[in-house]
T-cell receptor, first 114, second 115 residues
Framework: QKEVEQNSGPLSVPEGAIASLNCTYS??????FFWYRQYSGKSPELIMS????GDKEDGRFTAQLNKASQYVSLLIRDSQPSDSATYLC??????????????FGQGTTLQVKP | GAGVSQSPRYKVAKRGRDVALRCDSI?????LYWYRQTLGQGSEVLTY????????KSGRPSGRFSAERPERSVSTLKIQRTEQGDSAVYLC?????????????FGDGTRLSIL
């Protein structure tokens, strides 16, 4: 079992729709969760971070965290073609020195069609 | 610029050679991380260094990977005796503090091809 799992997709949604990206993780002690967006050939760009159960909203993006189910998701409302990218779920795995090393999922490719 | 920059953007090397990749982090950031990104394996952490530590704390069991920190905001990832499986994009990231809740900022990566 991978430590952080995502469906690689591609996930295809029409412009204006809600895109829902999902991620599960195996380390129950994980405390910090991040969503990065990565365009081809570019660096991962942080779009959301979440640390406690519930929802966190930032513009068109909503991150949802459920630690009991070890599940974190990202919702993108009013999807735009410019949202087409690979979305990486990253989890800070707890370790004794709390170094901040991130464990990434495989990434989900999102395609928003005009 | 104020972001993380990496050089070179592309590197081709023959199998068995040593390579060095450079990362210039955001000024003031304490912790530097190196990740490897491949289509098959996704992204995995290779090594990291905190503060002014010159040597890395490598997570790679093979020991061929190491990072040095000649300056506070500069890290060099060294790969010894490269293998074809080392072909990947190598990403550098930095964070302000070495704490798990701190977001990390990434460079555009170095694409390494081993022939």
């Amino acid at each position: 079992q991978k430590e952080v799992e995502q469906n690689s997709g591609p996930l295809s949604v029409p412009e204006g729709a809600i895109a829902s990206l999902n991620c599960t993780y195996s380390d129950r002690g994980s405390q910090s969760f991040f969503w990065y967006r990565q365009y081809s050939g570019k660096s991962p760009e942080l779009i959301m971070s979440i640390y406690s159960n519930g929802d966190k909203e930032d513009g068109r993006f909503t991150a949802q965290l459920n630690k009991a189910s070890q599940y974190v998701s990202l919702l993108i409302r009013d999807s735009q073609p410019s949202d087409s990218a690979t979305y990486l779920c990253a989890v800070n795995k707890r370790d004794s020195s709390n170094t901040g090393k991130l464990i990434f999922g495989q990434g989900t490719t999102l395609q928003v069609k005009p | 610029g104020a972001g993380v920059s990496q050089s070179p953007r592309y590197k081709v090397a023959k199998r068995g050679r040593d390579v060095a990749l450079r990362c210039d982090s955001i000024s003031g950031h304490v912790t530097l991380y190196w990740y490897r990104q491949t289509l098959g394996q996704g992204s995995e952490v290779l090594t990291y260094s905190q503060s002014d530590a010159q040597r890395d704390k490598s997570g790679r069991p093979s020991g061929r990977f190491s990072a040095e920190r000649p300056e506070r905001s500069v890290s060099t990832l060294k790969i010894q005796r490269t293998e074809q499986g080392d072909s990947a994009v190598y990403l550098c990231a930095s964070s302000l503090y070495p704490r798990g809740w701190q977001p990390q900022h990434f460079g555009d990566g170095t694409r390494l091809s081993i022939l």
